[in-house]
């Protein structure tokens, strides 16, 4: 007589797992039986299963392949009939995994850019973070410049000067931990040239040489300035 019947079970990956029944009887013996797709068939108490022969059936470093296999027990004893249990579920989470990191970015000043990260996992949520300057990270907002903090893609509308050279990553959270952190993506800003001095008005004697000057400035990581004088 089965007293109590095994549960379904949901447990994050690399876990142990245990299946209980309870019963009455003389002379039990007890048999799990495991579903992959297949059918039900016999367990064996070997790795990663222990208790196959057991009221406990104990599963040692679950992972997701496993997720939605199906467990009964069969109970035979001194008297017939044998009874079998109702059918319990393992549910398997799985912990957050970076597949793809944002890679670094160049952009000009005052125009968008974007870091994105793919990752894997059960109920995963996004938090990027950027650095102070000196490698101390920071949870970005959506405020400002951003857009997408919590999500997987990281926008900078009009990114100004002052990001230049800084570095941004993302933190994965999810059902079970612990989270995931990708690799860090910089961000290099080319700044649009700007002229420090003008040109001026020269006035000379035909056939004479003359010179005129300007100035520019642009911090790029790309290459330096160039310049084209024009004539009208």
Do not use: K
């Amino acid at each position: 007589l089965i007293t109590s019947q095994p549960s379904n079970v949901t447990s994050c990956d690399f876990q142990t797992v245990t299946f209980n029944v309870g019963a009455t009887g003389t002379n039990l013996l007890y048999q799990w039986q495991i579903n992959t797709g297949l059918g039900f068939v016999n367990l064996t108490s070997t790795s990663p299963y222990g208790g196959a022969n057991g009221p406990s059936l104990s599963i040692a470093n679950v992972n997701a392949s496993m997720n939605g296999y199906q467990y009964q027990c069969v109970i035979t004893g001194a008297c017939t009939p044998s009874v079998v249990t109702n059918i319990a579920t393992l549910t398997i989470n799985t912990t957050p995994v970076i597949t793809a990191a944002p890679v670094t970015t160049t952009v000009c000043e005052g125009t968008t850019a974007n870091f994105n990260v793919a990752a894997t996992g059960t109920g995963i949520g996004y938090q990027w973070q950027v650095d102070n300057g000196f490698g101390v990270y920071s949870n970005v907002t959506n405020t400002g410049v951003y857009s997408g903090a919590t999500t997987s893609s990281l926008t900078i509308t009009g990114a100004p000067n002052s990001l230049h050279s800084r570095s941004y990553r993302c933190v994965v959270a999810g059902t079970c931990a612990p989270p995931a952190t990708s690799a860090e993506a910089r961000l290099f800003i080319n700044s649009n040239p700007t002229v420090l001095s003008q040109p001026t008005d020269r006035e000379v004697c035909a056939g004479s040489n003359i010179s005129f000057f300007s100035a520019g400035t642009a911090a790029t990581m790309t290459g330096t300035l160039s310049y084209q004088w024009q004539v009208n």
